[in-house]
């Protein structure tokens, strides 16, 4: 009994030690947490960021036709607030661990269930949500650190990007926010029963715009949005371009040119539209 507890003590007075004894040092593969809107999706992406230093990535530390934890440490996961379609196959909302086999023409991206695992171990494919095969994208600049990111956003979603070394995968996300969105603006324009701010108009006249969805009730609301917030220079150079598509340019040329110097004289800043307003008046006089 005394030598047990003898050892106890000794045991509970070496694990400071050995606590203090570590090294805190720095991960050469940082665990990245980013979390972004994505049309009306709210994603959530967690990796390990490695570099490739010296080392041939694709086919060489990471074979082709092998399992992968797209990434480094723990595995790589993507949560999602709604129900999208990734490359055109449905997600339900969730969070998921997200797998590849690289190849050298194209990836099978693997959706996984099971967002526990360190990296590939205990992976179980019948875990798997789906898989589905996306190309495999040729770089001539090298990426030195892996990076997983999102491009070519649109209203109703954007591409979400695996790429390093000289590799790069394209996986479309789609949100269906059109009719999510549409209901929204029936309710709180054309069945608004108190004030309709300035704003409000705006939003739904961009929307419509960019849908290309009856464009005279887009610019009816554009025009209510200008009436009620007239120093508003955005407002104005969004209506420019709706009037540039339709060809209806003296207006466009109009508005274009009020937003252009209000643009200049703000005290707060342009915002980048002087650019903008500048680059339409430029496409507007190729036409004549």
Request: charge should be positive; hydrophobic fraction near 40%; include cysteine.
């Given at each position: 009994?005394?030598?047990f507890?003898k050892n106890?003590v000794?045991?509970?007075l070496?694990?400071p030690?050995f606590?203090n004894?570590?090294i805190?040092?720095?991960?050469l593969?940082?665990k990245?947490?980013?979390?972004?809107?994505v049309?009306?999706?709210?994603?959530k992406?967690?990796?390990g960021?490695p570099?490739?230093?010296?080392r041939q990535?694709f086919?060489?530390?990471?074979?082709?036709?092998?399992?992968?934890?797209?990434g480094?440490?723990?595995?790589?996961?993507i949560s999602i607030?709604?129900?999208?379609?990734?490359?055109?196959?449905?997600?339900?909302?969730?969070s998921y661990?997200?797998?590849?086999i690289?190849?050298?023409?194209?990836?099978?991206?693997v959706i996984?269930?099971?967002?526990?695992l360190?990296?590939a171990?205990?992976?179980d494919?019948?875990?798997d949500?789906l898989?589905?095969?996306?190309?495999a994208?040729?770089?001539?600049?090298?990426i030195?650190?892996?990076s997983?990111?999102f491009?070519?956003f649109?209203?109703n979603?954007?591409?979400?990007?695996?790429?390093?070394?000289?590799t790069?995968v394209?996986i479309p996300l789609?949100?269906?926010?059109?009719?999510?969105?549409?209901k929204e603006?029936?309710e709180?324009?054309?069945?608004?029963?108190?004030e309709?701010?300035?704003q409000?108009y705006?939003?739904a006249?961009?929307?419509?715009?960019?849908?290309?969805k009856?464009l005279?009730?887009?610019a009816e609301?554009?025009?209510?949005?200008?009436?009620?917030?007239?120093?508003?220079f955005w407002?104005?150079y969004?209506?420019?371009?709706l009037?540039?598509?339709?060809?209806?340019?003296?207006?466009a040329?109009?508005?274009?040119?009020?937003?252009l110097n209000?643009?200049?004289?703000s005290?707060?800043?342009?915002?980048g539209?002087?650019?903008?307003c500048?680059?339409?008046?430029?496409?507007?006089?190729?036409?004549?």
């Amino acid at each position: 009994m005394k030598s047990f507890l003898k050892n106890s003590v000794l045991v509970c007075l070496m694990v400071p030690f050995f606590i203090n004894a570590q090294i805190n040092k720095p991960s050469l593969s940082p665990k990245i947490v980013k979390e972004l809107q994505v049309g009306l999706a709210t994603v959530k992406l967690e990796y390990g960021q490695p570099s490739a230093g010296d080392r041939q990535i694709f086919g060489g530390l990471i074979p082709y036709q092998k399992l992968w934890r797209t990434g480094a440490n723990s595995s790589t996961k993507i949560s999602i607030d709604r129900d999208v379609q990734l490359a055109k196959k449905d997600i339900p909302a969730g969070s998921y661990g997200l797998y590849s086999i690289p190849g050298e023409n194209d990836w099978t991206i693997v959706i996984h269930k099971n967002t526990k695992l360190w990296g590939a171990g205990n992976y179980d494919q019948t875990n798997d949500l789906l898989r589905f095969k996306v190309p495999a994208l040729k770089l001539k600049d090298k990426i030195e650190t892996l990076s997983i990111y999102f491009e070519n956003f649109h209203a109703n979603g954007g591409d979400l990007v695996i790429a390093w070394e000289y590799t790069k995968v394209v996986i479309p996300l789609f949100v269906n926010s059109d009719p999510i969105l549409f209901k929204e603006i029936e309710e709180k324009i054309n069945h608004s029963t108190g004030e309709i701010k300035a704003q409000t108009y705006f939003d739904a006249a961009q929307f419509y715009y960019h849908k290309n969805k009856d464009l005279d009730k887009a610019a009816e609301w554009f025009e209510k949005a200008i009436a009620m917030k007239p120093n508003a220079f955005w407002y104005k150079y969004y209506r420019a371009e709706l009037a540039y598509h339709v060809k209806d340019y003296q207006i466009a040329k109009e508005k274009v040119t009020t937003s252009l110097n209000q643009a200049k004289s703000s005290k707060s800043g342009d915002y980048g539209y002087i650019a903008k307003c500048k680059l339409l008046l430029e496409k507007m006089n190729t036409k004549n």
